[in-house]
């Protein structure tokens, strides 16, 4: 298990035409979840959602 970065493209599924490049986002290898700054998320439309388990 490791890191390493990587840029990525994250768009909206629900408005394709939604989308932004982040240059440089860290990948765990050993992580089940993946956090992106809800900053980036708003620009595009997504809204933050909590799910309780």
């Known amino acids: 298990m490791g890191l390493?970065?990587?840029g990525?493209?994250?768009e909206n599924q629900q408005d394709r035409?939604?989308?932004i490049r982040i240059h440089k986002i860290v990948v765990?290898?050993?992580s089940e979840l993946?956090?992106?700054?809800y900053r980036?998320?708003?620009k595009i439309g997504?809204?933050?959602e909590k799910k309780d388990k």
């Open 46 to 48: 997504i809204d933050a």
């Open 4 to 6: 390493f970065s990587i």
């Open 17 to 19: 035409g939604r989308k």
């Open 40 to 42: 980036h998320l708003e």
């Open 28 to 30: 765990d290898t050993g």
């Open 8 to 10: 990525c493209l994250i």
């Open 34 to 37: 993946t956090w992106i700054n």
